[in-house]
């Protein structure tokens, strides 16, 4: 062997044990497990590679294709310590076992499972609508003036502009028990804006729906098996009453939004209202619609019930609307019945005393009756389902 | 099933391999479109591990480096059957809509 073969040998050697090193600094970013099992192997792998990857060509040309094969292993390698590590947290969050309560009445645990779908997603879409999100996608198509996207974000938009999504990226992960902590989250940072002078104040029906619905989703999430279950359950049809659902509380809020402006909703020159009496009438049609579509199965009924909570707020936007659509009149001139804080919350909280009494009351009588039947019969007593 | 996937398994259904070899495999079979690095094939392979879908052969060392080969499982063999299955069915759609004759595309 040649001098100058020898000295390209030992340069060769150098740069690939300095490779080598550079290669184990970044394989420390994975998990210990996975270093003990396959960082050997991963460092043969990498050095093959990189043998491979050699090619007879002019020093600086040679020197840039290494250089580029480095930087894009050592950013892979990275990568892939970011996805085992992400991998890994996951799954511990999703195998935790904290504040596993469950409601033992399989009928409400399925209602609540069908509601922790469902509840995130409308708190999604009423997100979405506070934001005007919907209302500058229409603007957009219609080319109508007075639906701007809502550009600024107060404090007191925090708890929605960040729970909401949030809830429904942690539901789509599975992190039942974490989403159901957001949404609890998103509730309390909620009633905590009403501190902020800008707020709108919690006698507004829509902030009252969303704080109601935030609650119901953490109930949902926290005390029901979650989304996966209530995933199976909802049927296809059920699937189409809750899109329908989500795009009437969107176009509410859509219709809502441009009567809640100050100037008069027209198209143009048209001189149409986008949302007048016909509206109204449409949505109030189409929510009975889907309420009676709800009352056939005993799981539907409840959910139904559940979902009333949050939604009774809007039974009072609706009426200040319908007034505003009848009489023409300014929203707060026209109400048939204003809005205050003991009507947008007593009747919710009412309903949802009335669900937790019924239930407890149902319990009763069935351990009553299971308790009777077992010593008429003095067999082993069964197990009490509610 | 995303295509890195796919590749892994297709190399891993003609045998076992080590990890270099399913590297250099996955650039054959897609025709050097796909070049996997370690990174990304050794996170696959844990995920394919856990998943139950591919599982650890023998081990030797060569040159002095450890080489451990991977070898796919039954549920493995079987997850890649459907996905061809899909991928067939798909193709041959595409190719009728198309009007390619004996759906050759």
């Known amino acids: 062997m ?49 043998g491979d990857a050699q090619v007879r060509a002019p020093k600086p040309v040679a020197w840039a294709r290494r250089f580029g094969q480095h930087t894009a292993d050592s950013a892979d390698l990275i990568g892939g310590a970011l996805r085992i590590r992400g991998r890994m947290a996951l799954n511990r969050l999703r195998q935790t076992r904290w504040l596993s309560l469950t ?74 028990r974490l989403a159901g902590l957001g949404a609890l989250a998103t509730a309390v ?41 209530g995933l199976a359950l909802l049927t296809r049809s059920g699937a189409a009453l809750v899109g329908t659902g989500a795009l009437i509380l969107g176009g509410f809020s859509v219709g809502g939004d441009v009567w809640f402006g100050s100037e008069p909703p027209r198209f143009g020159g048209s001189g149409g209202k986008v949302a ?13 619609g889907v309420a009676a579509a709800c009352l056939r199965a005993p799981v539907s009924r409840r959910v139904l019930a559940l979902l009333a909570v949050p939604v009774i707020p809007y039974a009072f936007l609706w009426q200040e609307k319908l007034a505003a659509d009848l009489f023409g009149q300014a929203r707060d001139g026209s109400a048939i019945i204003p809005s205050s ?13 009335l669900i937790l009494t019924g239930t407890w009351l149902a319990r009763r009588r069935a351990g009553g009756r299971n308790r009777q039947v077992g010593s008429a019969t003095s067999g082993p007593r069964s197990p009490v389902s509610a | 099933m995303q295509e890195p996937t796919f590749l892994i398994l297709t190399a891993l259904a003609a045998g076992a391999q080590h990890g ?46 450890l080489r451990r080969y991977y070898r796919i499982t039954d549920e493995g063999t079987a997850e890649l059957a459907a996905e061809v299955r899909r991928l067939r069915a798909n193709a041959a759609v595409a190719a009728s809509r198309l009007g390619l004759a004996g759906g050759a595309v």
Not at chain 2, 55 to 63: F, L, M, Q, R, Y
């Open chain 2, 20 to 65: 270099y070899g399913i590297m250099t495999d996955v650039a054959r079979i897609s025709d050097g479109r796909v070049r996997l690095r370690a990174g990304t094939l050794y996170a696959a392979l844990d995920r394919l591990k856990a998943d139950g879908l591919v599982t650890g052969d023998k081990e030797e060392i060569v040159d002095g480096r």
């Open chain 1, 103 to 176: 409601v033992r009445d399989q009928r409400w645990s399925d209602a609540l499972a069908v509601v922790s779908v469902v509840a995130p997603l409308l708190l999604l879409v009423a997100a979405l609508t506070e934001f005007r999100i919907p209302q500058a996608v229409a603007s957009s198509i219609t080319g109508h003036p007075h639906w701007g996207l809502s550009a600024t974000l107060g404090l007191a938009d925090l708890p929605m502009a960040a729970g909401a999504p949030g809830v429904t990226l942690l539901v789509f992960l599975r992190l039942r």
């Open chain 1, 276 to 288: 007048g009496l016909p509206a109204d009438l449409l949505i109030a049609a189409v929510l009975v």
């Open chain 1, 341 to 353: 804080i003991p009507l947008l919350y007593l009747p919710p909280l009412l309903l949802a005393s």
């Open chain 1, 2 to 50: 040649s001098v100058t073969a020898t000295r390209n040998t030992r340069a060769g050697g150098r740069a690939r044990s300095r490779m080598e090193k550079r290669y184990r600094r970044l394989l420390a970013l994975y998990p210990k497990d996975h270093r003990r099992e396959h960082a050997e192997e991963m460092v043969g792998v990498l050095l093959a590679a990189d």
């Open chain 1, 189 to 229: 940072g909620q009633i905590a804006a009403g501190a902020v002078p800008a707020f709108a104040g919690y006698a507004d029906p829509a902030v009252a729906f969303t704080v109601l619905l935030s609650c119901t989703a953490a109930v949902a999430l926290l005390l029901s098996p979650g989304p996966d279950r």
